[in-house]
């Protein structure tokens, strides 16, 4: 996590770098090996460019702001699952944060 509101390092806050979707990943993947659920509070959870790509991590709930949950219920309804996680491999394999916003932008 970083302090966005800090300007000394709000440059760490990089959502879509590859390697924070490849964490995420990691986490979705051994708790639904142990039958868990994962869900995600704050507000990537609720971000345009994230909505899908979590989707097609496998993110089971999603949690944002009040003032976030219409449109990502409206984004979310317009999106498929399946389309969604065909693309998990090529966005983890992407090598910066340009190129995973550039890609989710496209499709």
Not at 52 to 58: A, C
Not at 68 to 83: D, G, N, V
Request: aromatic residues 6%.
């Amino acid at each position: 996590a970083a302090d966005r509101m800090n300007e000394r390092v709000a440059y760490l806050y990089q959502p879509y770098n590859p390697a924070i979707l490849r964490l995420i990943t990691l986490v979705i993947e051994a708790a639904h090996k142990e039958g868990k659920w994962v869900g995600m509070c704050g507000e990537m959870a609720g971000d345009e460019i994230a909505i899908p790509i979590l989707l097609g991590l496998g993110l089971d709930e999603f949690s944002m702001s009040a003032t976030s949950i219409l449109p990502a219920r409206t984004q979310i309804s317009k999106l498929s699952k399946k389309e969604a996680e065909s693309f998990k491999e090529t966005i983890l394999s992407m090598s910066t944060t340009e190129e995973v916003v550039a890609f989710v932008k496209e499709t």
